[in-house]
């Protein structure tokens, strides 16, 4: 008998970091992508966005909420939207891949918490833990499953190996996670590296 643990019930991932104040914006025969890409770009942030998303649009949004506005165009048009804390990524809903991770050194409850707090496991997203096979299924934004796997490479190895994940973005902006310092050996010095110990990581 296979015990099922579902992580939907709470949000995790990282929260999109837009200001408390209304958007205004007016699109006549625009191309969808060019209004999320100014209204990101509004807030500050890096938005990107799938070619497959090449919806026209004709809209006037006038004082609204850039979360709500985006809430009902991910609604309206069938998108859907990860933030990995860098970057804000946006695909069609037809587009989300599916990712499994059998582990070999961590329970599924230890895995899914260092998603958790790593930013990662969001609750817009298929994601269910086979506790007895010991094996977590998910579905979602290329995005969001790429880093599932890439943390699970990382995290899941026996206690003997370096107990730091480093947290670092490249030279394109994408967040990366890795069981080593990536300042080691890079021509660029300018690396903004974030240190996480993995106990801490692990506990509840």
Excluded: C
Aim: aromatic residues 12%.
């Amino acid at each position: 008998m296979l015990v099922l643990v579902s992580f939907s019930s709470a949000t995790y991932a990282e929260a999109l970091p837009w200001k408390n104040e209304k958007y205004t914006h007016y699109s006549e025969e625009e191309p969808l992508k060019d209004m999320l890409q100014a209204m990101a770009s509004s807030q500050n942030t890096t938005a990107v966005i799938s070619p497959k998303v090449n919806d026209i649009v004709s809209i006037y949004y006038k004082e609204r909420y850039p979360q709500d506005i985006l809430d009902e165009l991910t609604k309206a048009h069938d998108l859907m939207w990860f933030y990995d804390g860098e970057a804000l990524f946006i695909y069609k809903k037809a587009e989300a891949q599916t990712g499994s991770v059998s582990l070999k050194n961590l329970s599924v409850a230890e895995f899914s918490n260092t998603m958790r707090k790593l930013g990662v496991l969001d609750d817009k997203f298929y994601w269910n833990a086979l506790e007895e096979e010991n094996l977590i299924q998910f579905k979602g934004p290329e995005r969001f499953v790429t880093s599932v796997l890439q943390m699970a490479k990382i995290v899941d190895v026996p206690q003997v190996t370096e107990e730091k994940i480093y947290k670092w973005k490249d030279e394109n902006g994408t967040i990366n996670f890795s069981g080593h310092n990536p300042n080691r050996g890079e021509k660029s010095n300018d690396i903004n590296v974030t240190i996480l110990k993995k106990e801490s990581l692990y506990e509840e």
